[in-house]
């Protein structure tokens, strides 16, 4: 297929036209739903028909299910500009997003299923989207994004594992398998972020005459992702160890160097740049706070902690990844105004309201209800927002 026909096909599709659509809209679809979901559980007010015990079907959705689906809408954005190769559009783009939805299904539904039928079909979207990515990558020669895919290659395969423990009755939610996933997405957000985040505001701050600009790469980040990678290895293997506290917090101290060399304190004036700061700062947070947990357990709660990750790094990383994808893949100025700014901001709000709900257990229930409900307007935010864009004719 040529260029020209490559753009032909595209515009036809509109809503299927490229990968983000599809995969964005019902990936913040499902982040309202599944969270209604839990809210409804949390209360007594709502029992799943799923094998998975009620937490850890929570924290399964939060991550191998909403993750799973903004990975995929980025991915298959992203890699045909990397490869120079055309997208995958109309019906097969549908197919796998019915793969991903048939996941979503079984999960909820796993008490009528086999453990293997649920674990095939909730992972048979990941696993398409990892052979396309690699032979898109083989094909275009694209050699430097492999990292990419050896990432998503682990998120995968902590999922598999999870689905092993939870088949086996055990409490998936503080498994290998979640903790193996989990770290395979802050990876994700450091090397990959750690490209965007500065190349963005580059872009943003140089035609402005800013002579003071994001540093390079160099030996500081070199550092800060290995010692992110080894802190996160040990501490899927070993969580409790006191080892893994100090390594996670070695590694928290990196990140945050590595983020004040970045300029995000420039970026005040545009909403799409300094939510990439506040969804990148929850990852040092994040190692700070599981590390501090670790060592000091009676004073900081490991699940609520974790929330700066699942909440805060990724789900601020991936709000704030998809308003911006949207407009620059819709044809639109990238520049965020009033409401997309208060989106942002609600959700901020919901991860600190949840965290709170761990610092001040008398109140865990009113302040877990506000994070879920705040949660669930930012995300409304968006679906109001961004709709059009994302279910409208394509751009030609």
């Known amino acids: 297929m040529n260029a020209q026909q490559s753009k032909a096909a595209v515009s036809t599709h509109g809503f299927l036209s490229s990968g983000f659509r599809p995969f964005f809209l019902s990936a913040v679809l499902w982040a309202l739903l599944a969270m209604a979901l839990w809210l409804a559980t949390l209360t007594g007010g709502l029992e799943l028909p799923s094998a998975f015990d009620p937490v850890s079907w929570h924290a399964h959705e939060a991550l191998f299910g909403y993750l799973g689906a903004v990975l995929s809408g980025f991915l298959l954005t992203a890699v045909p500009n990397w490869t120079g190769r055309p997208p995958i559009t109309g019906w097969p783009l549908a197919g796998l997003l019915a793969l991903w939805v048939l996941g979503r299904i079984a999960i909820a539904t796993s008490e009528w299923l086999t453990p ?8 048979s979207c990941l696993v398409v989207l990892v052979g396309y990515v690699l032979r898109e990558i083989v094909a275009g020669r694209n050699w430097r994004n492999l990292v990419v895919i050896a990432m998503i290659g682990v998120f995968v395969a902590g999922n598999a594992l999870f689905h092993r423990e939870a088949a086996e009755d055990a409490y998936a ?40 600009l994001p540093a390079a790469f160099g030996r500081l980040d070199g550092l800060a992702l290995a010692l992110t990678l080894l802190a996160l290895t040990v501490w899927v293997a070993i969580p409790n160890a006191p080892e893994t506290g100090y390594l996670l917090l070695a590694s928290g101290i990196a990140q945050a160097a590595r983020l004040t060399r970045w300029r995000g304190q420039d970026t005040g004036r545009e909403p799409l740049l300094w939510i990439l700061y506040v969804g990148y700062a929850f990852v040092p947070l994040g190692m700070l706070g599981v590390g501090a947990a670790i060592l000091w357990p009676d004073t900081l709660a490991p699940a609520s902690v974790q929330h700066l990750w699942m909440a805060g790094a990724i789900g601020i990383m991936t709000l704030a990844v998809m308003t911006r994808v949207t407009l620059g893949h819709s044809g639109q100025e990238l520049a965020a105004g009033p409401g997309t700014a208060a989106l942002y901001l609600l959700v901020v709000a919901s991860v600190l309201a949840r965290l709170a709900g761990g610092v001040l257990p008398e109140h865990a229930m009113a302040l877990w209800t506000l994070a879920g409900l705040l949660w669930c307007c930012g995300f409304i935010g968006f679906v109001l927002l961004y709709r059009r864009l994302l279910i409208g004719a394509a751009r030609r």
């Open 116 to 123: 293997l039928a649920v674990a095939l079909i909730d992972l």
């Open 173 to 212: 939610a503080s498994g290998y398998g979640l903790r193996i996933g989990l770290a395979a997405a802050i990876m994700m957000i450091s090397v990959i972020g750690g490209r965007i985040v500065p190349a963005f505001t580059r872009n943003w701050l140089a035609p402005r005459g800013s002579e003071a």
